[in-house]
């Protein structure tokens, strides 16, 4: 089981930037893809951004594509989300995400059923 924690939550004004990390630690795969979620206060989670730690292959949302960018550290098992722009839309739990890379992965990266380790999750607070 792979454990993931992120860092890097905390508070920024509308169109700031905030950089999250997640680490992995335990068993890892070269075929593995991690990624990140959000859920606002009485919303539901929705997918942000993945990438694979094979290829770099990142997928996003369109709500925060050319906005928010995933890059990974493969010697740190680190992936990090650049958030930049920030708007209160954007305010949430974050939660990293991480699972075996598979063939339908690719077809819907944005699926929670492509992740079977969670992180904790870290606060994002936007102020106007």
């Known amino acids: 089981q792979v454990q993931l924690v992120e860092s890097g939550g905390g508070s920024a004004q509308a169109g700031g930037s905030l950089r999250l990390s997640c680490a992995a630690s335990?068993?890892?795969?070269?075929?593995?893809?991690m990624g990140w979620f959000r859920q606002a206060p009485g919303k539901d989670r929705e997918f942000v951004a993945s990438?694979?730690?094979?290829?770099?292959?990142?997928y996003y949302a369109s709500s925060v594509e050319g906005r928010f960018t995933l890059s990974r550290d493969n010697d740190k098992n680190t992936v990090y989300l650049q958030m930049n722009n920030l708007s209160a839309e954007d305010a949430a739990v974050y939660y990293c995400?991480?699972?075996?890379?598979?063939?339908?992965?690719?077809?819907?990266?944005?699926?929670?059923?492509?992740?079977?380790?969670w992180g904790p999750g870290t606060q994002v607070t936007v102020s106007s």
């Open positions: 990438i694979t730690w094979s290829n770099g292959a990142a």
């Open positions: 335990g068993r890892t795969f070269s075929s593995y893809h």
């Open positions: 995400a991480g699972g075996t890379t598979v063939r339908d992965y690719y077809r819907s990266p944005y699926s929670e059923s492509h992740y079977d380790s």
